[in-house]
T-cell receptor, first 112, second 112 residues
Framework: DAGVTQSPTHLIKTRGQQVTLRCSPK?????VSWYQQALGQGPQFIFQ???????QRGNFPDRFSGHQFPNYSSELNVNALLLGDSALYLC???????????FGSGTQLSVL | AQRVTQPEKLLSVFKGAPVELKCNYS??????LFWYVQYSRQRLQLLLR??SRESIKGFTADLNKGETSFHLKKPFAQEEDSAMYYC??????????????FGTGTRLTIIP
């Protein structure tokens, strides 16, 4: 089991562009959560997907959207990129309500 | 609003000495508290959670509701404990513990 896998590992975009990040959960997990980690900060919760629907959301603008597919994999989309969106984006998966989170290695997004 | 504070960005301790990483939180309800760890070139992973009351790798943490603290302790530091440590809080909900609020982290360095 490869655990949680994220792609790409690194990405460079310019302001105003749109970006899509991808995540495959750990085998057996059905819930995917996304976090943004700015340099020197702890991860910040963006949203969570379960049964192909957004179940919980943090304090992020509507420019941040997501999707979960029937195979439980997930995408994070960010529109109209700002310089401040530069960060490490972490995906975490879990199964059931009491399972611990397993994190991926992240996608490093740089917005120029 | 919920908040997690880790007052020390950096902490250096000699091998064999006791370790204490501080964590204070603010939350109006009854939260679940966690410690996550990230070793060099590894993924963020759960170290322990307060409801399990277990000791992992010699680390323990006691939830003090009166002082709203969840400090991480180990009696004798080992070199392999060098890592980044994050304290995190999750509201108790039917949706599990995926919506975590993280502190800014403490980088622990064990001096040989």
């Amino acid at each position: 089991d490869a655990g949680v896998t994220q792609s790409p590992t690194h990405l460079i975009k310019t302001r105003g562009q749109q970006v899509t990040l991808r995540c495959s959960p750990k085998s057996g997990h059905d819930t995917v959560s996304w976090y943004q980690q700015a340099l020197g900060q702890g991860p910040q919760f963006i949203f969570q997907y379960y049964e192909e629907e957004e179940r919980q959301r943090g304090n992020f603008p509507d420019r941040f959207s997501g999707h979960q597919f029937p195979n439980y994999s997930s995408e994070l989309n960010v529109n109209a990129l700002l310089l401040g969106d530069s960060a490490l984006y972490l995906c975490a998966s879990s199964g059931g309500t009491a399972e611990k989170l397993f994190f991926g290695s992240g996608t490093q997004l740089s917005v120029l | 609003a919920q908040r997690v504070t880790q007052p020390e960005k950096l902490l250096s301790v000699f091998k064999g000495a006791p370790v204490e990483l501080k964590c204070n939180y603010s939350y109006s309800g009854s939260p679940e508290l966690f410690w996550y760890v990230q070793y060099s070139r590894q993924r963020l992973q759960l170290l322990l959670r307060h409801i399990s009351r277990e000791s992992i790798k010699g680390f323990t943490a006691d939830l003090n509701k009166g002082e709203t603290s969840f400090h991480l302790k180990k009696p004798f530091a080992q070199e392999e404990d060098s890592a980044m440590y994050y304290c995190a809080l999750s509201p108790v909900s039917n949706f599990g513990n995926e919506k975590l609020t993280f502190g800014t982290g403490t980088r622990l360095t064990i001096i040989p």
